[in-house]
């Protein structure tokens, strides 16, 4: 009788193990990303209004087109980890490179479109002609990146799938560095203003990818994979990340819904609505390291035919899914008198915010449970599934959150909507996972 008690005790702290091992860097990682950002805003922002206005209307496109891409890193992690599971370590990396030869006719494809349309799209977002132009320089040169941040995605989705954070947490960091000095040379050392700023992020993007690819191509030599682009090999990675693509999208859909409808509730609400809003994807990327785990962890077991093992570690990242989603909410309780002056002096604003930040504390344990739960669903190869769900969520909080400038209540009803949205993803995810369709055992899926 003692036995079972002991053996799950044992489980539990190896599943803990894991978890920390693996979302520990990740989180890191994640957090590294945006910082190139706002190193480039804090660089250009001393070059006037205009220049910093531009930055912001082609950073929004370049990043729009980035976090369409996403998905290369989730597929790739979770056919790599199948692979590993199964004790296939070539066919692992041969499953890598052909998300990274998908990254690069992607990248190759967005190039080819955007150089030459870059005024229309720099037109869309209505800017002034003070920062048109420098918006289109930005533009044009950034974009020569692409190719290399979308092979950095798909590469860290197979380092991720071989069980390994650690590394793209080091390269991240000296990313950012690189970024931050390449950035601050030609913008005031060359004198080549934001043009400077794009080329600084470009090359750091290059070596970023360049060091990914010798890492890729280092584990290709020793296990014997192969190079060469495979056609066959590159039309599955597409194919499974369709429905990644449309899951992506839909949430951004409900994230430019949700700012259109802060936007007619007046300034002080699309004000407040922006800060929330960067807090609550800060708050992301804790609970999205979690999810990053469960998609290597979960692939891995399902690989070696570990079908129980694959649930127990479900139910342990799930705990530990609410365990920080209640810290988070717990220190944006606390942290709200002195995180709003960061932002804002605006004693409106403030008294807009702070109880949709109550709203967004109290949703933290469902956004823990979500981000666990949809990282599970992408280990398992589940895209299609998300897909859907995706779907729906976007088809209930559509009316809903047009309704609030009727209905009333303010940001305060926005966000509490937002958490309609959040709980109706838990719900859809909570079924799936339940259902144990999603246990499908074997290298592939």
């Known amino acids: 009788m003692t036995q079972a008690p002991a053996r799950r005790r044992t489980g539990r702290r190896q599943h803990d193990r894991e978890i920390v091992a693996l979302a520990v860097p990740a989180f890191g990682a994640l957090v590294a990303e945006p910082l190139f950002l706002m190193t480039d805003t804090a660089i250009v922002g001393h070059l006037g209004t205009a220049q910093l206005a531009g930055l912001g209307i082609a950073s929004a496109l370049l990043m729009t087109a980035v976090s369409v891409f996403v998905f290369l890193a989730y597929a790739t992690t979770a056919a790599v980890a199948r692979r590993v599971g199964a004790g296939d370590l070539p066919a692992a990396i041969r499953q890598g ?49 692409i190719p290399a941040m979308l092979v950095v995605l798909a590469a860290t989705g197979v380092l991720r799938g071989l069980q390994d954070t650690k590394t793209p947490l080091y390269v991240a960091v000296a990313g950012f560095v690189a ?37 890729v191509l280092r584990g290709a030599r020793k ?35 949700a700012t259109a409808v802060a936007a007619r509730l007046g300034d002080a609400d699309i004000a407040a609505h922006q800060i929330i809003l960067s807090l609550w994807n800060l708050l992301a990327f804790a609970l999205d390291a979690i999810a990053i785990a469960g998609q290597a962890i ?51 604003v403030k008294d807009v915010a702070l109880p949709a930040l109550i709203i967004v504390a109290l949703s933290q344990p469902i956004s823990g449970i979500v981000f666990v739960l949809d990282g599970v669903l992408m280990g398992a190869g589940d895209g299609p599934y998300l897909a859907w769900a995706m779907l729906l969520t976007l088809a209930v909080f559509t009316p809903v959150a047009l309704l609030v400038p009727v209905l009333g209540g303010g940001l305060t009803a926005l966000w509490a909507t937002m958490t309609l949205m959040m709980t109706v993803r838990m719900l859809t995810l909570w079924l799936r996972t339940r259902s144990g369709r999603w246990i499908v055992t074997g290298a592939t899926r």
């Open 298 to 348: 979960i692939g891995r077991y399902l690989g070696a035919g570990d079908a129980q093992g694959a649930r127990d570690a479900c139910r342990r990242m799930v705990e530990w899914g609410i365990a920080v989603g209640v810290v988070l909410g717990v220190l944006v309780v606390i942290a709200r008198p002195a995180f709003l002056p960061l932002f804002t002096s605006d004693p409106t």
């Open 97 to 145: 490179m052909d998300g990274i030869w998908l990254a690069l006719l992607l990248g190759a494809a967005v190039v080819a479109a955007a150089l030459p349309t870059a005024p229309h799209l720099v037109d869309l977002f209505g800017a002034s002609d003070a920062a048109t132009p420098y918006a289109i320089t930005y533009l044009r040169i950034s974009v020569l990146g």
């Open 179 to 215: 970024n931050g000095a390449l950035n601050a040379g030609l913008v005031y050392g060359a004198d080549l203003g934001i043009a400077g700023s794009a080329w600084g992020t470009v090359i750091a993007q290059c070596g970023m990818a360049a060091v990914y690819l010798v890492v």
């Open 223 to 257: 296990h014997g994979a192969s190079l060469r682009p495979d056609a066959a090999g590159i039309r599955a990675s597409a194919q499974a990340g369709v429905p990644l693509l449309v899951r992506t999208l839909s949430l951004r859909a409900i994230l430019m819904i």
